[in-house]
């Protein structure tokens, strides 16, 4: 484990990396809810380290900290940019991906030029806040000239398959993964026979070939 100074204090950071790796790596950040050590990150880790990505999760300052309620937006960003620049610093060249808020942070990140990346992945996006009816304003997503890629649960509250959609098709480069009956966590239903394995499996295997198609 890896400590990270930011400006409002350190962090850990996990970087896991396979035998042989091949570029770029990835930085993976963590939903509102759930940290870096969470069995949802660490499946996600796992599966991206064995298709020979290097990868780096961390925890934001109030996850580090012990507290439930996340820090707010320009916090956020502070830290997220110090995990994006040591871990470049370590290995080269990232993509950013990210759990719902973690996704969302790290666009907003590139959306201001505080941090050049390959591409961007969000696992969940965020579109609809939690008890909200209103999608957010992405008009920051739309300022993006790298590649996006949303994978995105048909069942998903925060994140309805037409808005999602509309979003990804208003960006420069975007493009969609639908996880058939997924929710925010991308978990199906149980009719489908499929589990979140089966789903994580699904993401690992779209990012990986987006990334090597050039993101």
Do not use: C
């Not at 999760?57 to 900290?65: G, I």
């Not at 991906?97 to 390959?118: I, N, P, Q, W």
């Not at 996880?179 to 089966?198: E, F, M, Q, V």
Request: net charge negative; glycine share 12%; aromatic share 4%.
């Amino acid at each position: 484990m890896d400590i990270v100074e930011t400006p409002h204090g350190p962090i850990a950071m996990l970087i896991d990396s396979p035998k042989e790796t091949t570029e770029p790596a990835i930085l993976l950040a963590h939903g509102a809810g759930l940290g870096q050590h969470h069995p949802w990150m660490v499946g996600v880790r796992e599966r991206l380290v064995s298709v020979g990505r290097t990868v780096g999760t961390f925890d934001y300052l109030y996850m580090h900290e012990g507290r439930k309620a996340p820090d707010r937006l320009p916090k956020l960003l502070d830290v997220h940019e110090a995990a994006a620049r040591y871990l470049q610093g370590r290995v080269g060249k990232l993509v950013l991906a990210g759990k719902s808020m973690g996704g969302r942070v790290g666009s907003h990140l590139v959306a201001e030029e505080r941090f050049d990346t390959v591409g961007l992945v969000y696992l969940g996006y965020p579109l609809v806040a939690m008890g909200k009816t209103e999608p957010r304003d992405t008009s920051h997503l739309e300022a993006i000239s790298v590649a996006q890629l949303f994978i995105s649960g048909t069942r998903d509250r925060m994140g309805p398959t037409e808005a999602i959609e509309k979003v990804a098709g208003a960006v420069p480069s975007g493009s969609v993964l639908l996880i058939d009956t997924g929710d925010h966590s991308l978990r199906p239903l149980k009719r489908t026979g499929r589990t979140i394995d089966d789903s994580l499996d699904t993401a690992v295997v779209a990012m990986e070939s987006w990334i090597n198609a050039g993101s």
